[in-house]
């Protein structure tokens, strides 16, 4: 089987909900390694569609917020479940989008107390990155060309 890689970062925050970095990872991780890897940006959004076609998640949070919590609570759970069941090890982009929110935090926390490896890529300087998310990664790299050059010996075919 071929391995997963959950791919953790900032969403809620980020510009485009952190699609780009994640998309150009997956086409990498398919062509060169052969991995398959769960996005939680496009997960949410065929979540959404599928089961709350009518309901604007974001809105639902200053309009409707019993309704944003449940659905916020099942996305929540569809990820942790993602991470400990499926994913082999998570590559977390963690730069100011991702210290704003909470997910990317509890990613990496589930991951570590799974064993899940946790390969982490830098995108502000470790000097603001929290203790805590340092304590539950595996490998810290400046950027993804260094990532790249990691799990290419890694994982190459």
């Given at each position: 089987?071929?391995?997963?890689?959950?791919?953790?970062g900032?969403?809620e925050?980020?510009e485009?909900?952190?699609a780009?970095?994640?998309?150009?990872?997956?086409?990498?991780?398919?062509?060169?390694?052969?991995h398959?890897?769960f996005?939680?940006?496009?997960?949410?959004?065929?979540?959404?569609?599928s089961k709350?076609?009518e309901v604007?998640?974001?809105?639902?949070?200053?309009?409707?917020?019993?309704k944003h919590?449940?659905?916020?609570?099942?996305?929540?759970?569809?990820d942790?479940?993602?991470?400990i069941l499926?994913s082999?090890y998570?590559i977390?982009?963690?730069?100011e989008?991702a210290?704003?929110g909470?997910?990317?935090?509890?990613?990496?926390?589930?991951?570590?107390?799974?064993?899940?490896?946790v390969?982490?890529?830098?995108?502000?300087?470790?000097?603001?990155?929290?203790?805590?998310?340092?304590g539950?990664?595996d490998?810290?790299?400046?950027d993804?060309?260094?990532?790249?050059?990691?799990?290419?010996?890694k994982?190459?075919?």
């Amino acid at each position: 089987m071929n391995s997963i890689a959950y791919l953790s970062g900032g969403m809620e925050y980020a510009e485009n909900y952190g699609a780009d970095w994640r998309s150009e990872i997956e086409v990498w991780l398919r062509e060169r390694l052969n991995h398959q890897s769960f996005n939680p940006v496009r997960a949410s959004d065929e979540f959404l569609k599928s089961k709350y076609p009518e309901v604007d998640f974001r809105e639902t949070k200053l309009n409707h917020f019993g309704k944003h919590q449940e659905i916020a609570k099942e996305i929540v759970r569809l990820d942790c479940q993602e991470i400990i069941l499926r994913s082999n090890y998570l590559i977390c982009y963690y730069d100011e989008s991702a210290q704003r929110g909470a997910g990317t935090k509890g990613e990496l926390t589930v991951a570590a107390m799974f064993g899940k490896p946790v390969f982490f890529v830098q995108g502000m300087p470790l000097e603001k990155i929290p203790s805590w998310v340092l304590g539950c990664v595996d490998e810290i790299f400046k950027d993804f060309e260094a990532l790249k050059v990691f799990l290419s010996r890694k994982y190459a075919p």
